[in-house]
């Protein structure tokens, strides 16, 4: 079988080849085309010169929709809801975000006022109908809308999460109706109590929708006229994979599927060799994405925000900051100097790219500290320019005159480490974890760069570097396996539980789940479930999810699990009671995946280096050797200062830390330490 996997970062557009009978594993990197994305996909596939009538599975984590948020770039939604709960998703929730500035607003609504339409129906929050819909209020929105150019319209009607009877027959008729509208319910969407949360994931999923839709289509029509034939699958937010019919109908799915390919394929790498507790650290050009594994398992939640709007659905607990190779370097009121978030992206980029940037960059001081050479194709296409970099980082000088342009681009990359410490701080020290007894999985075309400088702020010992680390995330989406998340919610007092009652819902998910994965061609023996509850202390607004492997369906231990799943989350146990709010269920049908060739350098580390240059280490230059990655024969090891630089990638390895290279290519940096821990 012959695969291609492909991911679209800020700044670039990665791809990787794979054929399972020779074994061959290629790699490829374009710059992305922000007005147009699948420019850049076919770029990278062309760079590979990999013939797609020859391919027979093509793998996408996308970030169309991602960007369509951010930049406020969706359609036109139109939204029809019960009767009295047209305000919803203006009201949203009465929390502060910030809690110390009273002038801060709520995200306006994706959604206007004066396109919600209401309908006389009513259902009890147990499913049973109060009122029947009103099939005339349906009619009526179906006509004031046919004048209208074809947009987004959603159906969110009260505890449809319980009984979908009503959104079910609203959303039938619509689609009869505007036959060229992206129309869906939340019933569809996230069939899960709390209006506000469900109302606005599926307005997002609306809001994305027809963008998604098109860009599909295209990249499909492209691919298909290049002699592709078989089904194109897109990374989900989950870390799993769905068909592109299947994305294009729920598009708020892939919200955050291109960094869920790193953290699959960083799982994997734990895997093979040996690490079960991970902390994934993946840099790219415009942001970084950070990840906690505990024990190889992947953590996921369906509590998160995209600029400020809650999304219900599942998805790897990631956290992103505005930090990354392309990220821009500024001066703030106070003469302070901050880095990011405002990135370069790929036009213009970098002042070193030579097209039309000016603002310093990261990439900028890396380059002006010599960890970055001006000789290194990037994408294998273009070299920097350092004299621009430099005299980019000179308009920070120009204000801060104390600094010279070598110990401002030193400051700046310090500043870039110390936000990516804080962002793993939060997903470690904040939730109960030490850094210290994880390992750094860098990734991303600019982490291994800065790995060994987080590590050392976080006194963590090792830090992992996979094979060709720049295309890390389009490798994740190879190995990643088609997967979906069923949720109903639904209440059980523990106090009157019975075993009998749970068994048979969640019996009843899983018979769907099921025959969801065999209509998309999966075998029985390569299917798998996976349940899980949404719990919480009587009283509490929130639920904890409880993972429910090997847990029996017995009061004391469902109890514990959560007792434990809330320790390790607060810190501290209740006595009170418990109660199982939503019921869940994963199914993952397995795939084909890659295998990893073992390394098969033969020459020597001597071999390996290409020749020395000077660059910069805590305020001093040092003679550092450069290697070939590329070159590096399994088991080499070395004392840095050293820099091992590849297509699309480069390794620092500062002083008082040693780099070894592992049986499958892998980099394994430690820090010289007499802490016991090592």
Known sequence: MKMIGVDIGGTFTDAVFYDDSTGELRWAKALSSPSNPSDGVIASLKKNSIAMSEIDRFVHGVTIGTNAIIERKGASVWMLTTAGFRDTVEIARTNRSVLYNVKTLKPAPLVDRTKIFEADERLYASGEVLRP??????????????????????????????????????????????????????????????????????????????????????????????????????????????????????????????????????THLGQLQGFKNLITYDMGGTSTDVCLIENLSVPTTSDQLVESYPIRTPQINIVTIGAGGGSIAWIDAGNILKVGPKSAGAVPGPASYGRGGLEPTVTDANLVLGRLSADLKLAGTFTLDESKARAAISRVVETLSTLDVPSAAEGIVKIAVARMVSAIKEISIDRGFDPRDFVLVAYGGAGPMHAAFIADELEMLRVLVPPSPGNFSAFGALISDIRHDYVRSKRYQLSQFTREELETDFAAMEEGARRKLEEEGLSADRISLQRACGMRYAGQSWDLTVRLSGVPFKKLDLEEAFHRTHEQRYGYRLEDDVEIVTIRITSIGEIDKPEIARCSVTASLAQAETGSRRARFAGADLDTPVYSRDRLPAGAKMRGPAIIEEMGSVTVVPPQWFFEVGSIGELLLTRKTDDKRS
């Not at 109302?199 to 997002?204: M, Q, S």
């Not at 955050?256 to 699959?264: K, N, Q, T, W």
Request: one cysteine or more; aromatic letters at 8%; charged letters at 20%.
């Open 133 to 266: 819909l009103n099939h005339r209020d349906v009619l009526a929105v179906a006509n004031a809308l046919r004048s209208e150019p074809p947009g987004a319209l959603v159906v969110c009607f009260l505890h449809s999460y319980t009984n979908p009877l009503h959104e079910n027959e609203a959303t039938e008729v619509l689609r009869s109706e505007l036959p060229s509208w992206f129309i869906c319910s939340s019933a569809e969407v996230v069939p899960e109590m709390r209006e506000y949360e469900r109302f606005t994931t599926t307005v997002l999923n609306a809001y994305i929708g027809p963008i998604m839709d098109r860009y599909l289509k295209h990249l499909s029509e492209q691919l298909r006229a290049d002699g592709y034939k078989s089904p194109v699958f897109i990374m989900t937010s989950n870390g799993g994979i769905v068909t592109s019919d299947h994305a294009a109908r729920f598009p708020v799915q892939t919200v955050l599927s291109g960094p869920a390919g790193g953290v699959a394929a960083a």
